[in-house]
């Protein structure tokens, strides 16, 4: 990230270097944009993007209609939560009440929900997407109303190709599949390469979802130990995988739900190396990948796949438009099957909300999009961090996601967050405790907190009422 | 349907004894709706719903511009396609082949299309939907970009609630769950009442989409004995259930795709009962219940499921909107399951074309259509089967559907329609293959037909052509 070949990037280090060794203390007040073009001869544009990156360091934070300053998380040292150490056995899974709940919530009014994990309507462009649904109509055979082709809609395929060079990916049109929804990409993928009684892989803690979709087909699920930063633990898989019992593995290598872990490069190359070695297909969701808070897109998994043996799912439902199921797979070696799962099972997706987003991607409105909300959801990131460090208790461990919507939250041990999320609830706040992203006995002193929604003095409150609750 | 309290169904009867008995011949004129009315002294409304009621009966037939006139349908003899005599053992699915086939013609340009199941453009009604599309943008929260409850959109789920008055059903919109499509609601009951290995029963002919569902869920398909006017023989069904071994029936009971049989209400009673009595669920699939061409809307086994055995599935993508996605189940007393398989694999339905079409429910224009809709079917219907006689070689048999899309049609035994399929191909024509009815080596002289294509005189040529290639 800092290749030091951009002025930007050389302006951001020097800064994060002042910072680091107290030139520039907390709260100190950074010079305005201006003022620091004037100094330095920097365009305005190569101002901004360094402030901008060095905000997405965590490093400063901007107040409105004021100016940067030097955030406090800078000069906390922030503790990480511990690496996870599930037993290596594969679990049925058995519980679910507490997910049922949870869910249940959903419909609940006024309830703060830091359980969910979908952009907030004050980060959809809607009006925008409106104007997208009536030019849809006009331009699509029949408005919409008619079956598409069963890989789905071209103009969408071809502009989620297109997309891919962002993750340095050069898909075609072809090798993408259309689904509604990225969980229905997945559900396809694993009833394709699996059958009832075989074992998959997955990090741990691991987004409930993949394992109640296990659950549902009858599979094993075998939690491995993961790093909250780095993601889940090559050595480990390597050990997995060599066992020969497993049938698949479903990852999120950039900031991974609930974690928010983002796999390093060499480590994303391992893992491909690895499922090509015990010719073992890796199901990738790479849903957050665009909603990174750095300078550039991280790659993925499938940007280094050569062989095909990753299925990387998506879907516009973190960052565009939950309701119009759109959501896709680049199905690698595995695409006639999987061409065959959609037409068993769905047959064709929603026709115009697929034109839709196939429009929104085409004309540069999404980038310009992403870049809003990219900036919104690392502002709100920031201050939940700080209001998590200044009213939890001491000891409390927080992940510092480089993207995404989630924090993981690890109290002391002690503490059951299952009674919290009861507790929290009786003042209007919904939580998601640890333990349901595990089939195992595990993380029940923790909680994923999601930050899609706008940062306001009412979301401060509820944050600090937290804090008191587990006070 | 004879029920002669009703002045224009008395009327409809005589008319019908006239034709019977001779005193009317085929190509006679019947006297105009007025002459009608100025002789026997009845409304307009009585004789129009009786001539619509003969036509039905497929006795007359109405000529644009001209009248009614008695149709040689109505002096013909037809025959009906023998019943079906599968080997009562259950075969998992080997080939698809010809599927793949028909299925990829779905894009090919100037080919007459006889081979698909659904509306032909021109019998959707476009613009009224493209208007509720931009009300359910108004109306919505969000403008639809949320995701919904997970038991799928309210609105909708009232108005298919109050909808099942029309086949006697007391439903509330409790007793509904969305899904994108008929097919996933039939997937998600199968996933959720059956594992690998299990067998379900089935009719034979059956729709190959069951056949390809079951293949990718690894189930045994045990197809029954099938009468092509009354549907399942219920002595096979009876002892078929009385194995034990079986874990779940699917049936069309109205209309069935692709023999276009209807089960009578007896049969229908006897069908719930048995299910009932040994304890397995009905999957009933009544996508095409509503587009019949007799004078008022057939029960389904729903109508007569007290226990809840019975799992209802149905769609708009046969009589509104394929495009949209937008189907449900009534699952009785597997709610709770259903629901989360729901949850599990497809999250939520699309938001917006849910709306339209509860919108469209609601306002009486779903009556209107279909109508209309069925008025169109039921006229192609019959200029199909006249056609099919005059052109196709002595001794071939018809089904008379009294709804649906449909035709079955039984060639000489030596004729094989898998070859005719590319025969006819290379004239432009698609026809569905009887082979891809069945996993057995069955139906080889059979064919269906769609009657969904507007009736022009390319049309009547086409089918003029496909009786040149038979003989």
Redesign the interface.
């Known amino acids: 990230m800092k290749n030091s070949s951009y002025l930007y990037l050389q302006f951001a280090d020097r800064i994060e270097k002042q910072i680091k060794s107290g030139v520039l203390n907390v709260g100190d007040k950074l010079p305005s944009i201006r003022e620091v073009c004037a100094e330095t001869g920097y365009s305005m544009s190569t101002v901004s993007k360094a402030y901008y990156e060095i905000e997405s360091r965590s490093l400063i934070e901007s107040r409105p209609q004021s100016g940067y300053y030097v955030s406090n998380i800078s000069a906390r040292t922030i503790s990480e939560p511990s690496a996870s150490s599930p037993i290596l056995s594969s679990a049925n899974i058995e519980r679910e009440d507490l997910i049922d709940l949870v869910?249940g919530d959903?419909?609940a009014k006024d309830v703060t929900m830091l359980s969910l994990g979908?952009p907030s309507?004050e980060l959809?462009p809607?009006a925008k997407?409106?104007k997208g649904?009536?030019q849809a109509?006009r331009q699509l055979?029949?408005?919409?109303?008619?079956?598409?082709?069963?890989q789905g809609n071209t103009n969408l395929r071809k502009e989620i190709a297109r997309w891919s060079f962002t993750w340095g990916g050069a898909l075609t049109e072809e090798d993408i599949i259309t689904t509604?929804?990225c969980?229905?990409a997945i559900?396809h993928c694993l009833?394709t390469l699996t059958?009832?009684g075989d074992t998959i892989i997955t990090e741990s803690p691991v987004y409930f979802?993949v394992l109640?979709?296990a659950?549902?087909l009858?599979l094993y699920v075998m939690e491995l130990p993961t790093n909250m930063t780095t993601g889940i633990e090559l050595d480990a898989l390597k050990k997995a995988l060599s066992t020969k019992k497993v049938k698949a593995c479903v990852l999120m290598s950039n900031f991974s739900n609930p974690s928010g872990s983002m796999m390093p490069n060499e480590h994303k190359i391992e893992v491909v190396r690895l499922m090509e070695f015990y010719n073992i297909p890796l199901i990738e969701d790479d849903i957050h990948g665009d909603l990174y808070f750095g300078s550039s897109r991280p790659t993925n998994c499938k940007t280094y796949d050569e062989s095909g043996i990753v299925l990387c799912c998506s879907s516009v439902s973190k960052s565009?438009?939950?309701?119009?199921?759109v959501g896709w797979v680049s199905p690698g070696k595995f695409k006639k099957e999987i061409l065959?799962?959609k037409?068993?099972?769905?047959?064709?997706?929603?026709?115009?909300?697929h034109e839709v987003v196939g429009d929104f991607l085409k004309n540069g409105r999404y980038e310009n999009h992403l870049r809003k909300i990219r900036q919104i959801l690392n502002h709100n990131c920031n201050n939940y961090i700080n209001t998590v460090l200044e009213s939890f208790p001491k000891g409390t461990k927080v992940s510092q996601p480089q993207g995404g919507f989630f924090l993981w939250v690890e109290l002391d041990s002690k503490i059951d967050t299952a009674d919290l999320y009861h507790l929290a609830m009786k003042h209007q706040i919904s939580i998601a405790p640890g333990r349901i992203f595990s089939l195992q006995d595990q993380f029940s002193n923790c909680m994923r907190l999601s930050f899609g929604l706008p940062w306001t003095n009412e979301l401060r409150q509820s944050i600090q009422t937290l804090g008191k609750l587990i006070s």
Chains 1, 2 share one sequence.
């Open positions: 869910y959903m419909r979908f309507n959809l809607i997407l409106n649904m009536i109509m055979p029949n408005s919409g109303t008619s079956y598409e082709e069963i509604p929804g969980i229905t559900s009833m059958k009832p979802g109640q979709l659950k549902s009858g565009l438009a939950p309701g119009y199921r065959r799962t037409l068993y099972h769905t047959i064709s997706s929603p026709t115009i909300t």
